[in-house]
């Protein structure tokens, strides 16, 4: 073969290496953009997204819809730059979401008990705006604790140490005083029966007190159930969504006015709402879907009010009932506090 012959041949053979290389080599990136949406008010496959049984509710109106991240991972370079040059789209290291030594099954699984401790703060949080009433459970009993053998999981909470419960906040307080060996009653309520025990506490790194080995949340105390219908979704960020959704569906009138809202935002038992991550591909995601309000956790208000849409309006929240209040203030042509 001639020079040229042989030019041509070794030139085609590096593009189809590069080729190759570029199609399933892989990155350690993970590709984040906007992911699917859900509308709290509405069905997913048939089902209420949040239904309540038991307890009379009233019709609601618009959306209040709840926003995603997508989040791809194996990332051929050749894909990783088709989207990182799409716009849409944008890279991040791996070791970000990925622990060192951690399967793909184990952060899903993390992800899904994150979303589901989500749906439990919501539905604590709604139902104490509104002004129902609360219990204390224990939630986890540890392993070889004073508690351990007394107490089981999800029984409640009435007196630690002579003291009354009312909320999770009123445990440590109760044990402030106490020392390890120290011995205490407990009175709590098992498959619905009252009792009482005397226990021992135990030692735990970091603290003087006496240790119970119980973790306490407070639940809704309620003679109906409120059921949450998403299953595929990761994470905490859509608790602020749920709750309103519990809301609206308790109370008489629509709390968005018909018109469509949405929002993000990790809520706790007492309401207050928490920064999240991904703000700017979850506003694309709520404009693209016809959302004209965004409801933004105020953690989030500087990098939300620099990547906002066209034509979305952003909504600063810091609680559940900040949240309310905005929607019933737009809802009747007033203003709202702003990013």
């Not at 995603?68 to 791996?94: C, I, K, M, N």
Request: net charge negative.
């Amino acid at each position: 073969m001639t020079r040229r012959t042989w030019t041509l041949v070794v030139s085609l053979f590096l593009v189809l290496a590069l080729g190759l290389l570029g199609g399933f080599a892989r990155v350690p990136y993970v590709a984040l953009g906007p992911g699917p949406t859900y509308d709290t008010l509405g069905q997913v496959n048939g089902a209420d997204v949040v239904s309540v049984d038991g307890q009379e509710t009233f019709p609601t109106g618009g959306r209040l819809t709840m926003t995603t991240v997508s989040l791809t991972d194996d990332v051929s370079l050749f894909g990783a730059l088709g989207l990182w040059v799409s716009g849409r789209y944008a890279l991040a290291p791996r070791e970000e979401f990925f622990r060192p030594g951690e399967s793909e099954d184990q952060v899903r699984d993390q992800n899904v008990k994150a979303f589901q401790d989500s749906q439990t703060s919501a539905e604590v949080a709604a139902l104490r705006f509104l002004d129902y009433p609360v219990k204390v459970v224990a939630a986890e009993v540890t392993d070889d604790s004073a508690a351990d053998g007394v107490l089981a999981p999800n029984d409640r909470l009435l007196e630690v140490n002579g003291r009354q419960v009312a909320t999770a906040d009123d445990v440590r307080p109760a044990l402030e005083a106490t020392k390890p060996g120290d011995r205490i009653a407990l009175t709590f309520e098992h498959e619905g029966q009252r009792k009482t025990a005397t226990v021992t506490l135990g030692t735990t790194p970091g603290r003087e007190t006496g240790f119970l080995g119980v973790l306490p949340l407070d639940r809704a105390d309620v003679p109906f159930e409120i059921k949450i219908g998403l299953t595929d979704v990761g994470g905490p960020s859509a608790g602020l969504l749920f709750a309103l959704a519990i809301v609206d569906k308790l109370t008489p009138g629509e709390l968005n006015g018909g018109q469509s809202v949405a929002g993000t935002g990790e809520i706790n038992d007492k309401g207050e709402v928490g920064r999240i991550g991904g703000i700017g591909f979850k506003m694309v995601a709520a404009r693209e879907g016809g959302a004209t309000v965004f409801l933004v956790p105020a953690g989030n208000c500087d990098e939300a009010r620099q990547q906002a849409p066209e034509g979305l309006r952003l909504v600063r929240v810091e609680t559940l009932a900040d949240a309310v209040s905005s929607l019933e203030s737009l809802n009747k042509g007033g203003d709202a506090p702003a990013c």
